[in-house]
């Protein structure tokens, strides 16, 4: 049949549109954050200059962390509820360190530690106790946040504004040191979900566990690993949060999870596991931070963003599963 | 009711009804019996309603009738009580058994609901509190339930599919009592069972199915069980392939007294180096548990797993440990324990031995694709190419898949569970000759199989499961499709006698 294929002339105008079409498909969500940028643009003055764009990167290494976490779990087939309340105990962890007399490098990596443990009791109860990981992570939620309270006395605490240089922008590239060190993580945690064996575990262990146990892979460790990459990722944002906030609030990360949730989906992440892309999860944390200062730009008010927000989300989903039933 | 079929007919993937023709008079209790795939179950699928047929007519009491749906068959007086027991875990024994019709109009009557669950555990013998839950019963006692379930509808056909399998000899007399009753009222019933000593107890006529076909039918008085298992496996002696006994190797896989919580009975078995070690036996006797227990899927509750490697002896305790040292398992089902849907034919072929096509962690494309090019031409798996997504193909190529999975690792003992189940018949065969050619390379397999015709045709070595039990082993040259069977069945009918 191969051999029959040069004889026959190419139909090029339908070849064209089903391949921008493919196109269109792959980068539906890149193509619908420059559909919003593109809006604003022409509904807002001065929306894009590159003092606004860069205010909202900005404001993005928090939010960009915990969802590349969130993406991990999600796409292995289990959901994290605690990110934002571990995010707040860690950056409690770093203000009460540095409260203590310790150095910024120091307390930065008590943060991040205690981002690991959160995640390491959330995979160990989650997997080897085959808990439920939505009640486990739930559980974390209220735990973390109740630490974070205990050790700060409820209190904010200041830090200082040495930590404040993470989030100075480099003046050459009016880009923080925070959003460049997400931009790292977004980009080595692509890498492994798309090119490294580890990440074929994670997919297959969403996909089907008992598949996975059946081709020699543990789904137990997988999801642990997971867990704790969430932890570890979340801690990492308590430490950018406080650096943006140059203290320690125990309140920082309320929601955070569900906002996290929101982008890995906007991006195309199947709450069923297996299906997801880092890249895209990003993408869709740009286009709720887009949605959320285009709108006030053009004096919208915060009930009715949030409205569009959450009509947003749902559309996202929508048209996911419309590609699905299209494209086989 | 009167029930008449005639030339019945119904394809899956293959042809499993071809022709059948049957007739129940009111009042009267007959057997149906057969092998496994003999077509039993398909026949009381189609009268329930829960699959149609292809042609053929049903008729009911001299009207014609075809079952649209399982509600259907219901309004029309049939009740199916089928292997695959259909209780809700969640709700009482009583609200179980009532479901159907449950008393009270807005609030639940549970006083008449109770008492008339407890009238028929009663009559079962059936020491239940009606209101317990059915997800705390054993599996006996669950059966009894949706016996005691069928048996309250004021059906007048039954269609009972195994419905002793799980009692034991008091319970299912119990019930046999009852069946009697209903037929001195004028129920008719149909009685498909594997324990033939009851069969011709109970019923007063006995219908052999083989190959979606009766065979031979007789009132039980004039049939021995002897008889009806000569009947069921066929006369004339099959053909066998002419393929010699094979000269096996070395012990490779040894099992010793392997017990887990889901088997019944320990079981030991060595297989050899270059030999095809079948497991023949009836549905539930065993067969997947023990390939399970030797994969490592369930804890092992006592004996030993042991790979024989030159010298070593290798004891398996999980399955990432087997898998490690080259064990590979094909499942029962595809579909839940099988393939990974939604993913590249590329992802299911090479998931098990990722190392092959990555150097450290790193996966290389193009090593992968040169690996699974190779493995889609030499399996012939008809597929668009690599990255086609698997849930795309046939149910053969899915199952090709799979065994490229473990080609692709290089395994030294493969487990394959029903491998053609589902699977065309052209895909058959090439399973069957891949199967040979890696058991000439060498490679130790076990099978089991459902369908005896295919161990006798594939297997050097065949033993005989029944309820659990390692009843015996049979070698290439003293194949016997008649002794199989009677093996098969043995554990049954000791049981019975017992």
Known sequence: MKLHSPLITPRRWPDMSRRLLRWLDQYLVMVSLLVIILTFTLAAENFLSYGTLSAILNQLPALTLVTVGMTFVLICGGIDLSVGSVLALSAAVIGVTVAAGFSIPVAALAGVATGAVAGLVNGLLGSYLRLPVFIVTLGMLEAARGFAYLITDSQTVYIGSAIQGLVQPIPWLALTPAFLCALVVVAVAHFVLTATVFGRHIIAVGTNPEAARMSGIDPKLTLLIVLCISGVLAGLAGLMNSAYLGSTDPNAGLGLELAAIAAAVIGGTSLMGGRGSIFSAFIGVLIIAVLQNGLAQIGVSEPFKRVVTGVVIVLAVVLDRWRADRVP | ?498
């Open chain 2, 1 to 498: 009711m009167r029930l008449q079929i005639r030339n019945l007919r119904k394809h899956y993937a293959a042809p499993v009804l071809r022709g059948l023709n049957l007739h129940l008079d009111a009042g009267a209790i007959h057997a149906i019996v057969g092998e496994n795939g003999a077509g039993k179950t398909t026949l009381l699928k189609i009268l329930s309603g829960l699959t149609p047929a292809d042609s053929g007519t049903v008729v009911l009491d001299g009207a014609p009738w075809a079952a649209k749906n399982p509600k259907a068959a219901q309004r029309a007086g049939l009740s199916l009580c089928s292997q695959e027991l259909s209780l809700i875990d969640n709700l009482s024994v009583a609200e179980n058994i009532g479901l159907r019709a449950l008393p009270g109009r807005l609030r639940l009557d549970r006083a008449t609901l109770h008492r008339r669950c407890r009238e028929l555990l009663d009559r079962f013998q059936l020491d239940l509190a009606p209101d317990q839950l059915v997800g705390t019963l054993n599996l006996a006692e669950r059966q009894m339930v949706e016996l005691a379930k069928t048996l309250n509808s004021e059906a007048r056909l039954l269609l009972l599919d195994e419905p002793t399998s799980a009692l034991n000899d008091q319970q299912a007399r119990a019930l046999h009592a009852m069946l009697q009753k209903r037929a001195n009222n004028g129920v008719s019933i149909l009685y498909v069972s594997h324990r033939l000593n009851d069969v011709l107890q109970l019923c007063d006529h006995v219908w052999v199915l083989r190959d979606g076909k009766v065979v031979h039918n007789a009132p039980s008085e004039q049939l021995t069980v002897a008889e009806v298992i000569r009947h069921m496996s066929g006369k004339e002696k099959l053909a066998q392939p002419a393929i010699a006994a094979q000269r096996h190797g070395s012990v490779h896989l040894s099992v010793r007294n392997l017990l887990t919580r889901n088997m019944r009975q320990p079981v030991s078995l060595d297989c050899h180096r270059g030999e095809i070690f079948g497991l023949a036996g009836l549905m539930g006797a065993g067969r997947t548990e023990l390939l399970e227990a030797i994969y490592g899927l369930v804890a092992h509750t006592s004996g030993r797993v042991e790979l024989l490697h030159a010298d070593k002896r290798i004891g398996l305790t999980g399955v990432n440990d087997a898998v490690k040292h080259g064990v590979g398992m094909v499942p029962e089902s595809r579909a839940s324990q099988g393939i990974f849907r939604g993913l590249s034919v590329a992802f299911n072929a090479t998931i098990a031995q990722l190392g092959r096509v990555a150097s450290r962690h790193l996966l290389s494309r193009r090593r992968e694709a040169t690996a699974v090019d190779a493995l889609i031409r030499r399996l012939n798996v008809k597929c668009e190419g690599g990255d086609q997504s698997i849930e795309a193909l046939s149910g053969g190529n899915q199952q090709k898949v799979i065994l490229a999975r473990w080609l692709h690792r290089e395994c030294s003992l493969l487990l394959l569970d029903e491998p053609t189940r589902g699977v065309d018949v052209g895909a058959k065969f090439a399973i069957h000759d891949l199967l040979r050619a890696l058991r000439d390379q060498g490679v130790c397999i076990v099978v089991a199989s459902s369908e005896l015709q295919e161990l006798l045709a594939l297997c050097d070595r065949i033993a005989v499961m029944s309820a659990g039990r390692m009843i015996s082993t049979f070698e290439r040259d003293s194949f016997d499709q008649e002794k199989i069977l009677e093996a098969a069945f043995s554990a049954h009918n000791t049981t019975q006698m017992a």
